[in-house]
């Protein structure tokens, strides 16, 4: 057998539901012809979703932002001041709670909670801000924070990671967002991220919010000058995990923002090694359900046709945005529009929750959401022409 039809057997047997091991993974990865990659993962994708393979999911949520200053100074981070510096900023409590409100008034569903490593934030400080969120606001879900947050508060405030999972979860966050994750096998989460914690410490924090009952999402870093091979590490790791736990939901792989950070753009990742990477991840993560598309950092093009290599959620209008937006992601767009795009790719639009049911199916165009406040990525700090911190608001009052 040739390698091509050596490969297509591979491919054939992973879209049947056959696991691929780490070797074969890495091979379709390199050498799998783009088109029969992208078929072989749709195919995975319908199986999985057989009658309701049709649609294709969006979130309404808001990145709250509650600080900058970060002590882990990430190389690919254009978001993180030094604690000391003068461009340090946080926001207060009745601040995010209006943004909460924004959200709720919006039709957003999901807060995530986002910021630096603060030296004086421990689990109390998460504990005041979610217990406060969810009094004035039991209907958003708290997704949020992750691994790395976990570990630095429970080092400021000398506990358990154990601990602090259970204490701000009886405060009301939901369920990690899972960002931190960059690339987990050694060699490039040094070269990139050298103060956080380990892979093997970042997964074993999540496994522990998982047994104790708050899932997650995981995620992928592309294009700080990781190898192939290194990449599909990442996602055996990340099965490997979900075998022990089963508590990721969803896989959301996306690129490196080439501005103002200490990579200066110098490797970047192409729109067709993201699009091999949302399609060999559906196939060799054959136990997490969801695989998620960014256009936010790829583009709405890219978005569109990850629809048609194996992701089956389109990510958010996110109401506010200024992590990634501070490095340069630009894309910017709004509900009817996200409408638009799921549909022009062959797909019936649905509002999704936090845990992916569908919450609207927008069947019919005629009934389309009219609200056009409803935009994504405005950036508070992040991009010119943002409302300047602090007074964004989403809403003209
Ligand atoms: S990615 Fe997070 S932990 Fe790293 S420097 Fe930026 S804010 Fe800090």
Not at 6 to 18: H, I, N, S, W, Y
């Amino acid at each position: 057998m040739g390698q091509r039809a050596g490969l297509q057997t591979t491919l054939d047997r992973a879209a049947d539901g056959g696991r691929l091991t780490p070797e074969e993974a890495l091979e379709l990865y390199r050498s799998a012809p783009l088109h029969a990659l992208g078929a072989a993962a749709d195919a995975a994708r319908r199986r999985r979703y057989a009658g309701i393979d049709h649609i294709a999911t969006y979130i309404i949520e808001r990145n709250i932002n509650y600080t900058n200053a970060c002590v882990t100074a990430c190389k690919f981070c254009a978001f993180y001041a030094p604690p000391k510096s003068e461009k340090v900023w946080t926001r207060d409590l009745d601040d995010i709670l209006r943004r909460c409100a924004e959200t709720v008034e919006l039709g957003g569903t999901q807060i995530m909670f986002q910021g630096g490593h603060h030296p004086d934030y421990g689990v109390e400080y998460y504990e005041r801000h979610f217990r406060a969120i969810k009094e004035a606001f039991p209907q958003l879900v708290i997704h949020s924070l992750g691994a790395s947050e976990v570990d630095h508060m429970a080092r400021i405030s000398g506990v358990s990671a154990e601990e602090a999972i259970s204490r701000i979860h009886a405060a009301g966050l939901d369920s990690f967002a899972g960002a931190g994750a960059e690339l987990l096998p050694a060699r490039p989460r040094q070269a990139i991220a050298p103060l956080k914690e380990s892979g093997e410490r970042w997964l074993e924090i999540m496994e522990t919010a998982h047994r104790l009952g708050v899932e997650s999402t995981s995620t992928m870093l592309m294009g700080t000058g990781e190898t192939n091979a290194e990449r599909i590490e990442h996602l055996r790791m990340i099965r490997d995990s979900q075998d022990r736990t089963g508590g990721f939901r969803a896989f959301i792989p996306y690129l490196y923002q080439p501005q103002n950070n200490h990579l200066k753009g110098r490797t970047q990742a192409t729109i067709f090694e993201y699009l091999r990477m949302i399609a060999i991840a559906r196939l060799f993560l054959d136990n997490v359900a969801h695989i998620q598309g960014s256009w936010l950092t790829t583009g709405k093009e890219a978005g569109q046709l990850s629809l048609h290599y194996g992701a089956d959620d389109l990510g958010s209008v996110m109401l506010e945005e200024n992590v990634v937006s501070s490095a340069g992601a630009k894309h910017r767009s709004n509900r009817l529009e996200l409408l638009h795009l799921i549909r022009a790719a062959g797909r019936v639009p649905a509002q999704r929750a936090t845990t992916y049911e569908h919450l609207v199916v927008h069947d019919d165009p005629a009934n389309d959401p009219v609200d056009d406040r409803v935009v994504s990525h405005l950036s508070s700090t992040a991009i010119e022409g943002g409302t300047a911190h602090p007074e964004l608001t989403v809403l003209n009052s």
